[in-house]
């Protein structure tokens, strides 16, 4: 698994630097829609009912405001709305940059 070797907030995107020496850029707004958060893409329960995930899917003008490392596998971004509950796996990360290059 790669790991960030650097993290930065540069206009309105995120850019990390990973130890393989890539280099991903995330628009905050995209970031913020694709948190792997209950909230944002909802949960199911033992049975396979769905709650929650039905609410906005686009987010003009928010913003990352920090972030914190999550033991050694995710990132937990800050957004300008309030939002700070979704764990961006370092997988999930290379994956979204590889989905939207």
Do not use: C
């Amino acid at each position: 698994m790669q790991t960030p070797s650097n993290i930065q907030l540069i206009g309105q995107e995120v850019a990390i630097a990973w130890d393989d020496g890539t280099e991903t850029y995330y628009p905050m707004e995209s970031l913020r829609a694709a948190s792997p958060s209950a909230q944002n893409i909802g949960e199911r329960d033992i049975l396979g009912n769905q709650y929650g995930g039905e609410g906005q899917k686009k987010f003009p003008g928010v913003s990352v405001t920090g972030w914190e490392q999550v033991g050694n596998y995710a990132l937990r971004f800050d957004f300008s709305d309030g939002h700070r509950t979704g764990l961006y796996s370092y997988d999930y990360l290379r994956d979204l940059a590889a989905r939207h290059p």
